[in-house]
């Protein structure tokens, strides 16, 4: 099938043909106002009128695919951009692997599919509204630019979504694009869906660990749809996670950059102890100590976005041919897994154990344990690593996942961040020591002023090693004037 060409011409670039298709266009054009009134009342608080350094998707191919160019944010060009067809794809898992891959949707399962779309569809405004108030306090320009870049690529992966739900799912597909537009962040009465995408992002280290730990599980979820056998959904998933690796860069160079700051400063004033926290606070740096408890805190919350440990939604996502493993065309079995066990983390008596259970079952967990060790050499290679070269004594560690647990085994027991369980009365004694307390927060939102000066940074925080785009130090990623 022959490729269609991007038009970056109309309201909407696509490569997806919408002129040829009145009606999903005349759909997508009538939600476009909506989205607008979203994006003004619940994106970015403030900056709409100013000229932002972005990059704007303009091609599917793996070089060249993006321009950057100043722009105001509400005249963003919020493409549908699918990566391209692959000839004679088929199902590459569950029951029915080897047959050609679905361009329409298979109608038993169509339940199941608008599902999936609607829950990947809704984190995706959800992390814009956690971090709208964020413009306001940003360390610097760069900083400030980068915010607004991963809250525009989240806006278009809701398109992205969305373009899915009103192409192929009807009336109900264009109802639920409405909801992911009625939905709100931390709201009582219509929150997000799920748990971690109603927590707030009030401050840079918060949007920094996010973006290091959640972006990574929108990583592996959308790795797991590029997979599906609903060929459309996977071309779209494949084209999101080319964005979404500069948001996990963004997180991990960020918290990078903190801990360089810290240790610098501790250097410099001759303080060894990393555990002396009053004095590193003196010297308007985050001791290593808060980084570690927030690293705890996002990351559990990160897990809960995994689902349970044992889960039939999950069983027959895969036998449907609609979820996959990560990076599932790469591993050696029968992707089938009719007899397979996988072993998983259960709470037996009171006592952590490894079982194991049908792999199909598992397959949360397989995912998550993909997950665990993708951050944990994240981690290791570039927060630990600037520690040591530092020659301080800490190390930043992942907790085990049984802590601080909201769904799954795990919800119902309180454990340390070594996995030890602990009773509810130790729990409340030493959660302080695991976790940011209000005074940890409020220490870190004192160091919250902005830095508008291209080229400056907040003390806090070390410049980058490269600008954007190659830009200098001094370039002006956002012009406020
Ligand atoms: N909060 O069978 P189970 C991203 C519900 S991030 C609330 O174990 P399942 C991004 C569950 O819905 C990636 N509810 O779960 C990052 C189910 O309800 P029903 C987003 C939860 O279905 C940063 C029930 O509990 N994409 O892109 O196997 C910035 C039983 O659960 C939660 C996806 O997640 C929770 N945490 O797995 C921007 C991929 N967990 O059906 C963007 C699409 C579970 O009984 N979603 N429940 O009413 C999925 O694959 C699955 O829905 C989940 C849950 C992995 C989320």
Not at 79 to 103: D, N, S, Y
């Amino acid at each position: 099938m022959a490729e269609i060409a991007v038009d970056y011409d109309g309201l909407i670039p696509n490569n997806v043909g919408l002129n040829a298709d009145p009606r999903l266009r005349r759909a997508l054009e009538q939600w476009h106002p909506t989205y607008l009134d979203w994006w003004k009342d619940r994106g970015p608080d403030g900056f709409q009128d100013n000229l932002v350094y972005l990059r704007t998707a303009v091609g599917v191919d793996q070089e060249g695919w993006a321009k950057f160019g100043y722009v105001r944010m509400p005249e963003y060009r919020w493409g549908i951009l699918l990566a391209p067809q692959v000839e004679g794809r088929t199902v590459g898992f569950g029951a029915h692997k080897g047959e050609p891959a679905w361009q329409e949707v298979p109608g038993e399962y169509r339940a199941m599919l608008r599902r999936l779309v609607t829950v990947q569809g809704d984190t995706e405004p959800a992390s814009v509204e956690q971090q709208r108030l964020l413009g306001a306090t940003a360390p610097s320009l760069y900083d400030l630019r980068n915010l607004f870049q991963v809250n525009v690529e989240e806006a278009r992966h809701l398109w992205a979504m969305v373009y899915l739900l009103q192409k192929y799912f009807g009336r109900d597909g264009r109802e639920e694009a409405q909801d992911l537009l009625r939905r709100r962040s931390g709201d009582r009465d219509t929150p997000r869906l799920l748990g971690a995408f109603n927590e707030r992002t009030p401050d840079w280290l918060a949007f920094f660990m996010f973006t290091f730990f959640t972006d990574r599980d929108g990583k592996m979820q959308l790795h797991a749809l590029a997979q599906s056998g609903f060929d459309p959904l996977s071309r779209t998933c494949r084209f999101m996670l080319t964005e979404e690796a500069h948001h996990m860069f963004i997180g991990q160079t960020g918290v990078g950059r903190i801990v360089e700051a810290t240790c610098a400063a501790m250097k410099k004033a001759g303080i060894d102890d990393p555990h002396n926290i009053a004095r590193v606070r003196a010297l308007g740096v985050i001791d290593l100590p808060t980084i570690q408890k927030r690293a705890n805190l996002h990351f559990s919350l990160t897990l809960d976005l995994f689902g349970s440990e044992l889960s039939t939604n999950a069983a027959n996502a895969f036998n449907a041919g609609l979820k996959g493993r990560y990076l599932e065309d790469q591993i050696d079995d029968d992707h089938v897994l009719s007899g397979a066990t996988y072993p998983v983390l259960r709470l037996r008596d009171g006592a952590v154990v490894r079982e194991d259970v049908p792999a199909l079952a598992a397959l949360n967990m397989r995912l998550r344990d993909d997950y665990v060790a993708d951050a944990e050499s994240g981690v290791e290679r570039w927060w630990n690593r600037i520690i040591e070269r530092a020659g301080i004594d800490f190390r930043i560690a992942l907790p085990h996942v049984a802590f601080n647990r909201r769904i799954g085994e795990f919800a119902s027991i309180e454990a340390d961040p070594a996995g030890n369980l602990l009773s509810a009365e130790e729990w409340a004694r030493r959660r302080d020591d695991f976790l940011p307390t209000a005074s940890d927060n409020a220490f870190v939102a004192s160091l919250m002023r902005p830095e508008r000066a291209p080229g400056k940074f907040a003390a806090w925080i070390a410049p980058p090693r490269t600008g954007i785009d190659n830009k200098p130090g001094n370039f002006e990623y956002v012009k406020l004037a």
